[in-house]
Structures are given as structure tokens and as C-alpha cells.
């Protein structure tokens, strides 16, 4: 069974322009949480999706934004980057809440702005 | 607020040592705990999971405590490896029904083991 995969792995971006990754969850798992991941901060949440619907946001500015589709493929989106947004972002999935909570995670996009 | 706590924030050690890597957590209403390992540049690999009514998961030369009342985990590495170097990542995940899917991290314990 293929596991989560994150596209694109590798991003620069400018300050002041947006960006969007994709994160395919392993086949059969509907929820997906993201991630990011900075030497400063380490591990923080940003949000996970059931479902298509958001059932919780970590504590985050609004220029960071995620949807899930049908498929359970999720995307997330961050407007008007700034330097501080370069970090590695993660993605997982697992069956929750209709099976086991234990999450998977991806191999992340590493993004960095200039 | 849960915080996670690991320590050491580093670690170097030869080849061959049996290893403790710390974790403590403020919040011991817990669902489970889980043990990650990290290469540099590269996602998360789940080593262990104990749920809160477990007391030590074991798999190979790895074994996890659980210590909830007192919201302590200990990870212990036997015969250490230099395969073994990467950041040790300690997260637990809260006992509230529609926060089960968040993970709160440590800072990790970043480990080399030299020949």
C-alpha cells in the first residue's frame, strides 16, 4: 500500500506571493492533519481535515488555509508569505475517527521564502 | 496547554550503548503517546505507540514506558547503532474526543552514535 505522499517536495517562493501543497492521504484513510516544522518553533499543528469538513485549526493567522476533497485529498494554502513561513510541512493521515487514530506522515514539503 | 519536554536536547555516544531518552508532559489526560524517529530533511517514522492504559510497548531494541499519573516516557535504545543517528521525536495525543486527531510534539532528542 503506497504511503502519504506531499507534492511538490521542494518550494521557493518570494515574500508577498502564495503557495498551495498537495497531500494524498494512503489509500483508504480519511483524515488528514498538517503540520509545520521550523527549527524555532519545532512541531506545530495547523489543522485537520474529516470528511471535507475542518474539525480543528491550531493556533495559526488566517494566511494559512486548507480544504479537503471529496477524494480525501487535502491541499493547503498559505497567502502572502512571509520569510518566517520556511519550514518543512507535514502531512498525515489515518483511518480516525472511523478506525485507528494512530497517523501516518508524509515525507513534507520543504518550503523556503526569500 | 499540553507541553512536551525532552531532554537531552542532544546526545553522542559510541557504538554499543543502551541508551534513555527522556519525555514529560504537563497534561497526563492523555489518549496515547507515541515515539517518532526523524533523518535530517525527511518526514516522520512511527517507532512505538502506547495507548494511556499501557505501561511499555516493545519492538526490536526498542522499549517505551509510560508513566501517565506522574507524565513521564522513557525511550530506551539497546546497543546502540550509528543506523541509529536521528532526532528522537516524542508526541502525545490529548484524551478530548474531537482533539484525538492533533498531535502535541517535543523538541526531540537529536542522536549520534559514532563507531
Known amino acids: 500500500k503506497a504511503g502519504v505522499t506531499q507534492t511538490p517536495r521542494y518550494l521557493i517562493k518570494t515574500r508577498g506571493q502564495q503557495v498551495t501543497l498537495s497531500c494524498s492521504p494512503i489509500?483508504?484513510?480519511?483524515?488528514v492533519s498538517w503540520y509545520q516544522q521550523t527549527p524555532g518553533q519545532g512541531l506545530q499543528f495547523l489543522f485537520e481535515y474529516f470528511s471535507e469538513t475542518q474539525r480543528n485549526k491550531g493556533n495559526f493567522p488566517g494566511r494559512f488555509s486548507g480544504r479537503q476533497f471529496s477524494n480525501s485529498r487535502s491541499e493547503m494554502n498559505v497567502s502572502t508569505l512571509e520569510l518566517g513561513d520556511s519550514a518543512l510541512y507535514l502531512c498525515?493521515?489515518?483511518?480516525?475517527?472511523?478506525?485507528?487514530?494512530?497517523?501516518?506522515f508524509g515525507p513534507g514539503t520543504r518550503l523556503t521564502v526569500t | 496547554k499540553q507541553e512536551v519536554t525532552q531532554i537531552p536536547a542532544a546526545l553522542s555516544v559510541p557504538e554499543g550503548e543502551n541508551l534513555v531518552l527522556n519525555c514529560s508532559f504537563t497534561?497526563?489526560?492523555?489518549?496515547?503517546l507515541q515515539w517518532f524517529r526523524q533523518d535530517p530533511g525527511k518526514g516522520l517514522t512511527s517507532l512505538l505507540l502506547?495507548?494511556?492504559?499501557?505501561r511499555e510497548q516493545t519492538s526490536g531494541r526498542l522499549n517505551a514506558s509510560l508513566d501517565k499519573s506522574s507524565g513521564r516516557s522513557t525511550l530506551y535504545i539497546a546497543a546502540s547503532q550509528p543506523g541509529d543517528s536521528a532526532t528522537y521525536l516524542c508526541?502525545?495525543?490529548?484524551?478530548?474526543?474531537?482533539?484525538?486527531?492533533?498531535?502535541?510534539f517535543g523538541r526531540g532528542t537529536q542522536l549520534t552514535v559514532w563507531p
Open positions: 498525515a493521515s489515518s483511518t480516525w475517527p472511523t478506525g485507528s487514530v494512530e497517523q501516518y
Open positions: 497534561d497526563s489526560a492523555i489518549y496515547n
Open positions: 502506547i495507548q494511556s492504559s499501557q
Open positions: 489509500s483508504g484513510h480519511r483524515s
Open positions: 508526541a502525545v495525543r490529548p484524551d478530548r474526543g474531537s482533539t484525538l486527531g492533533r498531535l502535541y
